[in-house]
């Protein structure tokens, strides 16, 4: 069997049986798929570690997803939002600890408030690092218009995830409505492209009702689509969301954590020069569990900066890793996890991925 990996991984594409077959490798097959992986990352992008200081400003969401914990419907939640200083303050945090990079996430809202504060924020942050902090924005669906007023205002990354790409199963993981319609989220990933963010998504794994044809099909559609950056993590089932009805579906915790590892290192010999991120998700099932991603093609850490009194009340998940750590004991952990992972941390540097570069530059020459 090991040799049937083998031929596939020489293979110049991939096709969608060959990575159903990746996805099924046991754990002896699928150190050929880690290995080449890591080779690839370490020709492509290099064995490199970029930070993004995670600032989750906000739970107050109004969509009900049925997976995540701070759907609208749960009311169980305190509710929160954190004060433009202090936000400004953990940018500063990052500019000062030499991150390279922000991301700016909250709960879904597309008021006129909201995204006239959203500009305002960017607009400081990017004065207060005088124009050197990288910022990522991951704030869902918005129309084109406000995207580009984002983007003027100083963010160039985003990160969309479409959770599945396909369609039958993203209505069973949310509402069928307007508010949460397939077709909507992937235009938004169009616009976003359009209005020339690099462009991120990825897709949960391990959801109930998800087979490896489903994952198979979500990288490739991350191929097709061109992605700059993606981000997969571990479904982690939420005692207060509709989805835990169907616990029962679930693989065991463990089988997600190493379908999660399978599913970075096949991206990452598929999608050569994108970044990828080590998804936190990993770390609620194994204390180590992004240090492993690095290791097979993940390059992108987000650790949490967002102030401690806030982190408890934003769990889209049950079990999130560093919810009492302050950003300094984050920032020291971090440092020794990933030097032991066999990294270099990418200090002050935005961390692009060569891929924006080149998918814009052939564009240009078109
Ligand atoms: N388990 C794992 N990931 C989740 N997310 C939301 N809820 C969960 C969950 N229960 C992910 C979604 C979202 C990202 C911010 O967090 O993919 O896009
Ligand atoms: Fe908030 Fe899905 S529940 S965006």
């Not at 462009?199 to 559609?221: C, K, N, R, S």
């Not at 835990?244 to 190493?258: A, G, I, S, V």
């Not at 999660?260 to 990452?268: F, N, P, S």
């Not at 180590?288 to 408890?312: D, F, Q, S, W």
Request: glycine content about 6%; aromatic content about 10%; overall charge neutral.
């Amino acid at each position: 069997m090991s040799e049937k990996i083998k031929k596939i991984l020489e293979k110049k594409e991939f096709s969608k049986g060959d990575i159903i077959t990746l996805l099924q490798a046991n754990k002896e097959e699928r150190q050929l798929i880690f290995a080449k992986a890591n080779q690839v990352k370490k020709d492509f992008v290099g064995l490199k570690t970029y930070y993004r200081g995670l600032i989750e400003f906000s739970n107050i969401c109004a969509k009900d997803c049925y997976y995540c914990g701070i759907r609208a419907s749960n009311k169980n939640v305190q509710r929160y939002d954190i004060s433009d200083e202090q936000i400004l303050q953990a940018v500063k945090f990052a500019y000062e600890n030499n991150y390279g990079s922000v991301v700016f996430q909250s709960g879904e809202r597309a008021d006129k408030q909201f995204i006239e504060r959203i500009e305002q924020l960017l607009i400081k942050a990017k004065k207060i690092t005088k124009g050197k902090i990288g910022i990522t924005i991951s704030l869902g669906e918005q129309s084109l218009e406000t995207y580009r007023r984002w983007y003027n205002a100083g963010a160039h990354r985003y990160l969309l995830r479409i959770e599945s790409s396909n369609k039958e199963l993203y209505y069973k993981i949310h509402p069928q409505n307007k508010m949460h319609d397939f077709d909507t989220r992937l235009n938004a990933l169009y616009d976003l492209q359009k209005a020339g963010y690099q462009t991120g998504t990825g897709v949960m794994i391990g959801l109930p009702f998800q087979t490896y044809e489903h994952l198979a099909d979500d990288l490739l559609f991350f191929k097709a689509f061109d992605v700059d950056m993606v981000g997969m993590g571990p479904y982690i089932e939420h005692t207060e969301t509709p989805l835990y009805e169907h616990r029962n579906l679930l693989l065991p915790l463990e089988e997600r954590f190493n379908l999660t590892l399978k599913m970075i290192a096949i991206l990452r010999i598929m999608m050569k020069d994108i970044n990828i991120a080590a998804a936190t998700a990993l770390q609620a099932i194994d204390p180590i569990g992004r240090e492993k991603a690095l290791k097979v093609g993940a390059n992108i850490i987000m650790p949490n900066i967002t102030p401690t009194i806030n982190r408890e009340n934003y769990q889209l998940y049950e079990n999130k890793p560093c919810i009492d750590e302050g950003a300094d004991e984050c920032t020291h952990c971090l440092e020794a996890r990933i030097t032991i992972s066999g990294d270099d941390i990418g200090y002050g540097e935005w961390g692009d991925a060569p891929h924006f570069e080149k998918r814009t530059k052939i564009k240009k020459e078109a």
